[in-house]
């Protein structure tokens, strides 16, 4: 609530972590009273398929009570489907001394057993100040051995060499990318990972370091657009206001948005979604627009008429 008073949070991440672990002292109200309303919200926006991280209790078993949250909902019809991601490198939690430390109980500990719960994908979260590069690598590898498809949080508010450990370790999508550099463009494209630019945490932190969508699509790379709905740096529920800053920052055109929220967020999940065909999944959204190039012009509210999930229709 610190943000929203116009305040600086004092506690940041590690007061969610607290706060999410007493949350989790009753799982069942927590998904109903919290988690809930907003998968439900994000759903009547139109958004049908969604990358659902844990890492915000950073204990094995605070983390796996949040896989088996997601695990437990990940297909049930008012809310959008979930696809699990493990996110035990998101920071240190207060009962580690050290990065390396707290790494080496996540890949002893935990990763052996995270598929057992739902998990998908692993992340890390590769910053200054929070994992290194080599840290983040020795994580995902050992989370690439238990059989985890692999993403990263990457280069978002300082430049930590991400973008490379992961072209290296050959993750599928590389999350944020404002600080990458330029002599990166051309072997993340090269390597297929897709590059996951989340504009509204741009515009709610006020950044000024934006991920270089253009260069990227330029040198043949596949970029998406994602909301990054978290507590701490972007309240946003709503894709339809992504695509509008993804327009507005990134200079995109009305297809190049539509492109990147439907079958470039579904590529980084290497998921069959995010298109219509025969025998698809039929998810349709149909938005209350006069001319396909109105899509991502306005924001703010939700243009959704109708939103089918799997050929039911939602709401």
């Not at 057993?113 to 590069?133: L, N, Q, T």
């Not at 051995?145 to 999508?173: N, P, S």
């Not at 998921?271 to 219509?276: E, P, Q, R």
Request: hydrophobic share 40%; proline share 4%.
């Amino acid at each position: 609530m610190a943000r929203a008073r116009g305040e600086s949070p004092s506690q940041g991440m590690l007061h969610t972590v607290e706060q999410t672990r007493r949350a989790l002292r009753e799982p069942k109200r927590f998904y109903e009273t919290t988690v809930l309303p907003r998968l439900r919200t994000m759903l009547a926006h139109g958004t049908t398929t969604l990358e659902t991280k844990s890492g915000y209790a950073l204990t094995k078993e605070g983390e796996f009570a949040l896989l088996d949250l997601i695990d437990a909902h990940r297909g049930d019809d008012d809310v959008p489907r979930l696809v699990a991601t493990f996110l035990g490198a998101h920071a240190l939690p207060a009962e580690f001394d050290s990065t390396d430390e707290y790494v080496g109980y996540l890949i002893r500990e935990c990763l052996p057993h995270v598929r057992e719960h739902g998990a998908v994908y692993a992340d890390a979260f590769c910053e200054p100040g929070f994992f290194s590069a080599e840290q983040a690598a020795r994580y995902l590898g050992a989370a690439r051995e238990q059989g985890l498809r692999l993403r990263l949080h990457c280069d978002e508010m300082a430049y930590a060499g991400a973008a490379r450990a992961g072209v290296a370790l050959r993750v599928d999508a590389l999350d944020h990318c404002n600080c990458i550099e330029p002599g990166e463009l051309a072997s993340i494209a090269a390597s297929g990972a897709v590059v996951v630019a989340c504009p509204a945490t741009i515009e709610f932190l006020g950044l000024t370091r934006r991920a270089p969508v253009r260069a990227m699509l330029e040198h043949g790379g596949t970029v998406a657009l994602a909301s990054d709905f978290n507590p701490g740096t972007s309240p946003c529920f709503n894709l339809q206001t992504v695509a509008y800053y993804g327009r507005t920052f990134f200079a995109l055109s009305a297809a190049e948005a539509l492109y990147a929220v439907t079958r470039a967020a579904a590529s980084s999940l290497r998921s069959d979604a995010g298109l219509l065909r025969a025998g698809g999944r039929a998810d349709l959204v149909a938005l209350r627009v006069e001319d396909a190039r109105e899509f991502g012009w306005q924001f703010g509210g939700n243009l959704a008429k109708l939103v089918v999930k799997s050929g039911v229709r939602s709401g």
